[in-house]
């Protein structure tokens, strides 16, 4: 009888002990204070367990208790992940969007069980974490900028391109502006910022002779002097730099009598044309440059230069071109 009733006491006490160990849930170890929209206490446990490496069931330890908690309002979603039974302090993320939250808490979970557990599985942003602040503060739950997450507004990054000042000096040939293929010499300044580049410069095209052709001894020498300024775009910038350039010119077409028939006097006429052109340019280390240039000259106004008693001498074409070369350097910065 005494064997009886031992028996029966220790079936009733692994009834109880097995009985108190079912209703013991799974995710003792986590309290889970989240909006059902945000997603299930069992999907969080599910990811961390990932996180960590384990089955669901080995995610959270049970001595130790945390505390995953979002609230929403106006502004949008604050997260809070604390551990009560640590002096830790509890972690704070914001962010317009709960499901975000939820993937950081996660990360911010395993971490505290096991700093090392994201070594051991595939990369994942690493929780940017911000002190309690206004709403101008906040950052996205995983520190990448997303459009959804409420940015300070900030100032455009400052343009970091240097304005350049340099002098250009060399020479050219011209065609069809004077009488005769004319070469002159040019100079000038630029300034240049990034691919754009502006130059103001002045030249000089030797005088050539002109005649005509039912009396060659009538004969006039004319001459351009012009000051242009040219605006260039560079799309093409590596070992050589390929410009395209568009430019005004202004100036003074002169003349004067020569020959056997001789006008003394001296004719001025005003120099109006456009240019268009294309130019290759090679840097020379950091401060110096050559270039070829080859343009396309539009006159806009052409004066006739004319000898007393002989007639007209000689009115430029309506089209013209012009080749130079030219050597440049940094004088700023």
Known sequence: MPGARQAGLLALFVSLAATRADAQPDDAGLVWDVPERCGSRDAFVDRVGALLGRSAERAVPRDRVFLVRISSDADGYRLTVSEPR???????LEADDCESLVDAAAIVVALRIDPEAL???????EPRVVEPGPPEERVDALG?????VRAPHEQPAADTEPVVLGLTAGGGAALHLLPALAPGLA??????RGPWRAELAGSWWLPQRASR????EAQAEVELLAAVLRGCFTPLASAVHLDGCLAFEV???????????VDPRRQVAAWLAGEAG???RIPLGDAFEVGLAVSTIVPFHRPTFV????????????????ADVWFGFRIFP
């Open 86 to 92: 640590t002096i830790d302090p509890p972690r704070e």
């Open 119 to 125: 070594g051991r599985v595939e990369p994942a942003p």
């Open 144 to 148: 990448a900028p997303a459009a959804s």
């Open 187 to 192: 100079a000038g300044l630029f300034i240049e």
């Open 213 to 216: 052709q039912d009396r060659p």
């Open 251 to 261: 100036g003074a077409l002169a003349g004067h009598g020569a020959g056997v028939v």
């Open 278 to 280: 294309l130019r290759g």
């Open 307 to 322: 000898i007393e008693d002989a007639g007209t001498v000689y009115r430029p074409p309506q089209l013209g071109g012009r």
